[in-house]
Nanobody
């Protein structure tokens, strides 16, 4: 069983930056592809970014490409999402996800493990 705990959410002004983190436990971290999803009020949960087990491959949703960066530190069992140039429409609860497959970790319906989320609020 994999446990995921997000942190780092908060309130930021539009145009600002924020980094959220996700600490994982319960499995060899490098064996897991990691993903980030988000869910705004009244909207469906959507894919944001994913990273392979050793960090060599990353994927991004078009809406965040060029503004967000996903990274990981396998020595710390932690994955990060650096969010720059934040927009009000980026406001959401951000969830960490894990799967053994990089392709699967970007697919909402195939996620094995979820964190409980961290709230990001962007003021205009």
């Amino acid at each position: 069983q994999v446990q995921l705990v997000e942190s780092g959410g908060g309130l930021v002004q539009a145009g600002g930056s924020l980094r959220v983190s996700c600490a994982a436990s319960g499995r060899t971290f490098s064996s897991l592809a990691m993903g980030w999803f988000r869910q705004a009020p009244g909207k469906e949960r959507e894919f944001v970014a994913a990273i392979s087990g050793h960090g060599a491959t990353t994927y991004y949703a078009d809406s965040v490409k060029g503004r967000f960066t996903v990274s990981r530190d396998n020595a710390k069992n932690t994955v990060y999402l650096q969010m720059n140039s934040l927009k009000p429409e980026d406001a959401a609860v951000y969830y960490c996800a894990a799967h053994t497959s990089l392709q699967a970790v970007s697919n909402l319906g195939r996620i094995n493990y979820w964190g409980k989320g961290t709230l990001v609020t962007v003021s205009s």
